[in-house]
């Protein structure tokens, strides 16, 4: 039976790398994969997931107004059979998109695996993320360990001009330029490196 998974991490767990890793081992088989990732993210380029360790792949880009449904079903009209749905950033999908997933899998009988992170750089939850949390048959934790510490990384710190930030919008595009994995007591007070101008 098929399922929906939701993979959720810190920033910098290896989250497209297991994307990249899935659809490779689908298609090795020569088994027919889908891939998205939100427009949202273009550290890459649009159109791709891609890995830090600097491998990428192509992806269906996908918007706060794209139905999967569609996409989904108009890609198994030809009779190439689609095995399984990869869903990158999923925390920037919508309530009604997360739910369109849940019928991919309940009714096409397409595993749909979603990666994502949890929490915003305040502990709020993304929209899909809260989405997946209730509607995802499992639940999985991809672990890293915290920038500053050995703890395990929890939360997402953002980072501006060398000081913490806890407050602004929700949605920045960045990396490890303008954000941290850390752990819930590095978040709260961050070591981060003195400026060389302030020493």
């Not at 995802?136 to 395990?152: M, Y």
């Not at 806890?166 to 595009?173: D, M, R, S």
Request: charged share 25%; net charge negative; aromatic share 10%.
């Amino acid at each position: 039976m098929a399922q929906l998974y939701y993979r959720y991490s810190s920033m910098n767990a290896g989250k497209s790398m297991d994307i990249l890793k899935i659809a490779h081992n689908y298609e090795e088989q020569g088994k027919r994969v889908l891939i998205f990732n939100s427009e949202l993210d273009d550290r890459y380029g649009k159109g791709f997931v891609a890995s830090r360790i600097g491998i990428k792949k192509e992806a269906i880009v996908y918007d706060k107004n794209t139905s999967f449904g569609n996409i989904i079903q108009l890609a198994s009209s030809d009779g190439n059979r689609v095995h399984c749905v990869l869903v990158d950033e999923g925390q920037f999908l919508t309530k009604n998109q997360v739910q369109e997933l849940t019928q991919v899998v309940d009714f096409l009988n397409i595993p749909v695996i979603v990666y994502g992170l949890k929490n915003d750089f305040k502990n709020d939850l993304f929209e899909g993320s809260e989405a997946l949390l209730i509607y995802a048959d499992k639940i999985e934790e991809i672990k890293t360990v915290c920038w500053f510490c050995d703890k395990k990384a929890t939360m997402v710190l953002r980072v501006i001009n060398g000081e913490p930030v806890y407050a602004g919008e929700q949605v920045k595009i960045g990396g490890k330029d303008l954000y941290y994995p850390v752990c819930r007591k590095c978040y709260s007070s961050p070591n981060l490196p003195v400026a060389e101008d302030e020493k």
